[in-house]
């Protein structure tokens, strides 16, 4: 079945510095959603992303699309105290279900 | 509007013991899912609904079933509790969207552990 890999499971950061993380699909996607999650709570749908090579922002977060359809990244600039928190992707290539990827768990260091 | 709202948010059950794990959700949406998410493993599809009548198996089904006889409702049914059904689980909605690329709407979780 589809699996959706994701990368690195954690990131420590530097108030400031920026990072990336990763996510691989063993199938072709028809589309990519991210969702963050904050500590204790449950995710929340930040953007999906369906055309080939796409790539969206949402002031210091940036999302790719792979060209074909097969990754995605998440990069975050100048990060905050706010990002932290777990960013999931998840890949849909059938109609109603999406596969996720484990998660990236970011803490910074002030 | 509520949004997704999942009853109860915590629960300590023996092993055996059953219980059932409510979901309810005011925004008219015809699909409904239940994911589970323990440490590490990101969220597996347990159950979805794509309207009322009609469920299919996720990822995981086993020891678990489920229902759907209205729109809003979409309960998780636990049946003889074991260990590894410890967990925190997540019910979703979603609209059909065009080529199912509708956002998941999440409730708060239920956060369950089997002693």
């Known amino acids: 079945g589809q699996q959706v890999m994701q990368i690195p499971q954690y990131q420590h950061v530097q108030e400031g510095e920026d990072f990336t993380t990763y996510c691989n699909s063993s199938?072709?996607?028809?589309?990519i959603q991210w969702y963050k999650q904050r500590p204790g709570g449950h995710p929340v749908f930040l953007i999906q992303?369906?055309?080939?090579?796409e790539v969206k922002k949402q002031k210091r977060l940036t999302f790719q699309f792979g060209e074909a359809k097969k990754n995605s990244s998440l990069h975050i600039t100048a990060t905050q105290t706010t990002d932290v928190g777990t960013y999931f992707c998840a890949g849909r290539s059938n109609d109603y279900k999406l596969s996720f990827g484990a998660g990236t768990t970011v803490t910074v260091r002030a | 509007n509520a949004g997704v709202t999942q009853t109860p948010k915590f629960r300590i059950l023996k092993i055996g013991q059953s219980m059932t794990l409510q979901c309810a959700q005011d925004?008219?949406?015809?699909?409904m899912y239940w994911y589970r998410q323990d440490p590490g493993m990101g969220l597996k599809l347990i159950y979805y609904s794509v309207g009322a009548g009609i469920t299919d198996k996720g990822e995981v089904p086993n020891g678990y079933n489920v229902s759907r006889s209205t729109t809003e409702d979409f309960p998780l049914r636990l049946e003889l509790a074991a260990p590894s059904q410890t967990s925190v689980y997540f019910c979703a909605s979603s609209l059909p969207g065009t080529g199912g690329r509708s956002p998941l709407h999440f409730g708060n979780g239920t956060r369950l552990t089997v002693t």
């Open positions: 199938t072709t996607l028809s589309n």
């Open positions: 925004m008219n949406h015809n699909y």
């Open positions: 992303l369906v055309k080939s090579g």
